[in-house]
């Protein structure tokens, strides 16, 4: 076809020249200047410089290229002080539509693009351009990329009062090596500035979030169940740091000290803390007799500091505490009218939930807001040694029926409080339409009181209840009033003060509410002793202080079994346990049959 025209392959339209030449200059300068620092900011010139290639108008000012799409305030005020500079350079009457010579031409790639402007093609077909680029590129952010620092918590916060404790422990010596939950929260309270319980005014965290931090840091383990909390090699060295600085700070004082600050992520910064929380004590300690170095001497946190775990007379108050199962739920009516009779007359009562009993008694430390803090110190509170299990007689005949009477008496004697009492309801004639003979309600009272040894008071309704729940808290909160109490470990329970009970003196070595709350979690893990004790008493006539008994001559039920078959005849085996007393009269456990207890562990 020789008439035809000759076909064009492979060309483009030329591009239209960009009507503002000198604005695009700039935006080239600055984008490419990004380019070599390796910022991020780059991407934004280039979509402005897009922009402004499309727009078909001169532009007088910066001001008016606020109408195009990705030019903001900060460009626009780039591009006018550029004009300015420009026009104060060159004269008022200066163009600013057209470039100087030797400046790239608008509408090439130079000015639209973030590829570079030569491109060698290897054999292969990659660019050695782009790939030079992108290795400068990555070196800059390597070269930018900041040195990942050493965890180290910051002083007076959860982590810091964790470390110091767990190192703390293991330097006494013959200690175990791990701490519980429970005493390693109280021992690092004392260290910690943030309560280990409730957490800030509008946060989530308390202080204990930090021990997963912790743990993610390799710097303390957690084990077993319950959980055991122990340090590791790595926590080791790190709190012997943060010991030999606390020593530091102690005997430094007057030079101030060594101060140990947090060097470690934000992200553990937000664990401990909560996001987008601000403690507005850290930033000034505006507080009375406060220094301005934030050294505090106010009374009340320094008599906590002294006294530790004691509760000194005038410094507590005596609280019943009563079960919200007794508040809610089943006949509302009634156990409203408790909480009434209770108000009625004047008892300061405090419901929460109580894993064994119905009522107790707290001695709670009196608190006072501290000026500069949102929240006042968390209280300290000891348990006393009375506990109330409250029975009516017709919850008394379905607790015998399926076995909760005697499960309920071995949790209290269990519960490391030295006075349980059985508050029992008669009800008036209601006892005679019940399921069992009242005969045998009575038999089982007078078995409580005789034999378990628990003070069974009965009345015949609620409000002679809430009498004598009153008459109590008035008796306790007189008998304590000029004492000193000390906090024990539920541990360390024994028959201290055994001897001041008996003259009439209470025992002022006590538990604190949380540990006796946490030990007297009903489905909690028990150990082998405690599952052999509850198989022991499920064999017929077995009570409870024969049981304790036959636990301290074979505590697992292998010990017992491989005594078992050392005897050499059945007679043997049978006087086996006969030998072994029980109880406070010391009587001999009566010869048993070893069939039932194989029975009892099959």
């Known amino acids: 076809m020789p008439g035809s025209e000759p076909v064009r392959l492979g060309r483009k339209r030329a591009l239209p020249p960009c009507p503002n030449p000198l604005f695009l200059k700039w935006l080239t300068e600055l984008r490419d200047e990004a380019r070599e620092k390796g910022l991020k900011i780059q991407y934004v010139y280039q979509k402005a410089i897009s922009s402004l290639n499309k727009y078909p108008l001169p532009l007088q ?47 090439r790639p130079d000015n639209n693009s973030l590829a570079p402007s030569r491109k060698v093609v290897m054999r292969e077909g990659v660019f050695l351009t782009q790939i030079m680029e992108k290795i400068k590129l990555f070196e800059s952010k390597c070269l930018r990329r900041k040195k990942k620092r050493e965890y180290v918590p910051q002083k007076r916060s959860g982590g810091y009062a964790v470390l110091l404790t767990l190192y703390r422990q293991s330097q006494i010596p013959g200690s175990k090596g791990y701490m519980f939950k429970m005493e390693l929260q109280t021992e690092a309270q004392l260290l910690s500035e943030k309560s280990f319980s409730v957490p800030d005014l509008g946060s989530k965290y308390t202080a204990w979030s930090s021990v997963s931090t912790l743990i993610q840091k390799n710097l303390v383990i957690k084990t077993h169940n319950p959980a055991r909390y122990s340090l590791t090699e790595q926590g080791l060295a790190l709190a012997e740091r943060l010991e030999s600085a606390e020593q530091g700070t102690k005997g430094n004082t007057e030079e101030g000290g060594v101060e140990v600050r947090s060097e470690g992520e934000e992200v553990e910064e937000e664990e401990e803390g909560g996001p987008g929380v601000v403690d507005l004590t850290d930033i000034v300690d505006i507080r009375p007799g406060s220094d301005v170095d934030g050294t505090e001497s106010d009374s009340q946190t320094t008599s906590r500091k002294t006294n530790g775990g004691c509760l000194l007379p005038g410094t507590y108050e005596i609280i019943l505490c009563v079960d919200f199962i007794e508040t809610t739920g089943g006949s509302q009516h009634r156990k409203q009218e408790l909480v009434k009779e209770l108000q009625r007359n004047g008892v300061n009562f405090d419901v929460r939930k109580l894993n064994v009993g119905d009522f107790l008694w707290v001695a709670r430390e009196k608190v006072a807001p501290v000026p500069g803090q949102l929240r006042a110190p968390v209280a300290r509170e000891l348990v006393l040694d009375y506990i109330i299990e409250r029975k009516r007689m017709d919850d008394l005949c379905g607790s015998i029926i399926d076995g909760r009477f005697r499960e309920q008496k071995f949790r209290l004697k269990r519960c490391g409080l030295r006075r349980p009492v059985y508050l029992v309801e008669e009800c008036g004639t209601a006892a005679s339409h019940l399921s069992l003979p009242e005969t045998t309600l009575q038999q089982a009272i007078v078995n409580t009181q005789v034999v378990d040894g628990f003070f069974v008071k009965r009345v015949q309704d609620v409000r002679e209840s809430a009498a004598y729940l009153t008459v109590m808290t008035r008796y306790l909160t007189k008998l304590y009033q000029n004492r000193a109490l000390l906090c024990r470990s539920r541990e360390l329970e024994g028959d201290e003060g055994s001897g001041e009970e008996e003259r009439g003196n209470p025992s002022c070595s006590l538990i604190s509410f949380a540990e006796f709350n946490h030990g007297a979690v009903k489905n909690k893990c028990q150990t082998v002793r405690e599952v052999f004790a509850r198989q022991l008493m499920q064999i017929s006539g077995l009570s409870g202080d024969k049981a304790a008994a036959i636990l301290e001559q074979y505590s697992t039920p292998h010990s017992l079994l491989s005594a078992y078959e050392q005897c050499r005849s059945e007679a043997e085996k049978e006087k086996l346990l006969s030998s072994i007393r029980y109880g406070k009269l010391k009587r001999f456990v009566k010869s048993t049959s070893p069939v039932n207890f194989s029975w009892s562990f099959m």
């Open 61 to 107: 000012n910066a001001k008016e290229a606020k109408i195009l799409q990705n030019f903001g305030d900060g460009i626009c005020k780039i591009l006018d002080e550029k004009l300015q500079r420009h026009l104060r350079e060159n004269g008022p009457d200066a163009p600013i539509h057209s470039l100087n010579k030797g400046a790239p031409p608008p509408g």
